[in-house]
C-alpha cells in the first residue's frame, strides 16, 4: 500500500524525505571510496517530517498526487495516526519530538555491510548526547536493529508497538 505498486514511487519517496530533512531536519550522507555510498534523514528535537508546509514541496506533495484516493486516504487516515499512536505507546508521550529522529535511512546495496548505516547514525549520537536526548529510530525490519548495534531502552514496551525503537547515547 506504501507505493500502490509503483516500484518507482520508493525511490521517489526516500528523494522527498531526503528534501523535507534539508529544508526542515538534516540530511546526512556518507560516501565510501569517493562514491555516495547512503544518506540518512534526521530530524532534531521539535522538528519531524512534513512538520512544515514547505517540507513537502517538490517532494512528497506531487509524489501523493500520483497515489489513488485510496492510498492517500490510507497513508493520511491509517498509517500517520496509527504510526503516531504506536511511537507514543512504545517511547512515552512526547519522546519522538523530543528526541533526534531518524525517519529515512538508505544505504546502497553494493555499501551494506560495511558500517555505513552506522556511521550515519554514530554521527548523530554526539549531538542527542549534547542535547540531552535520546535517538529515535524506526525500523521495518528488526534484523536492522542488530547490524547497527544499537543500545534499546523500552525494549519490551517497543516490541509491543509495531518495531519502534529508541536508543540513548551513552553516558545518558
Not at 534526521?42 to 512544515?52: D, I, V
Request: proline share 5%; charged share 20%.
Amino acid at each position: 500500500m506504501t507505493s500502490g505498486g509503483k516500484p518507482d514511487l520508493i525511490r521517489r519517496m526516500q528523494y522527498s524525505a531526503w528534501l523535507a530533512a534539508i529544508r526542515g531536519g538534516r540530511l546526512y550522507v556518507a560516501t565510501y571510496d569517493g562514491v555516495l555510498a547512503g544518506a540518512a534523514a534526521w530530524f532534531p528535537p521539535g522538528t519531524t517530517l512534513l512538520g512544515m508546509p514547505e517540507q513537502g514541496k517538490g517532494g512528497f506533495d506531487e509524489l501523493f498526487t500520483e497515489l489513488s484516493e485510496a492510498q492517500r486516504k490510507w497513508w493520511l487516515e491509517y498509517f500517520v495516526p496509527k504510526h503516531a499512536a504506536q511511537c507514543t505507546q512504545a517511547l512515552g508521550e512526547g519522546t519522538r519530538l523530543a528526541a533526534w529522529s531518524l525517519q529515512f535511512l538508505s544505504v546502497r546495496e553494493r555499501f551494506q555491510r560495511r558500517g555505513v548505516g552506522r556511521a550515519l547514525i554514530e554521527h548523530v549520537k554526539p549531538l542527542a548526547q549534547a542535547d540531552g536526548v535520546p535517538l529515535c529510530v524506526g525500523t521495518e525490519d528488526p534484523v536492522n536493529v542488530s547490524s547497527l548495534a544499537l543500545d534499546l531502552r523500552n525494549t519490551d514496551r517497543a516490541r509491543a508497538a509495531h518495531r519502534c525503537r529508541t536508543t540513548r547515547p551513552a553516558g545518558s
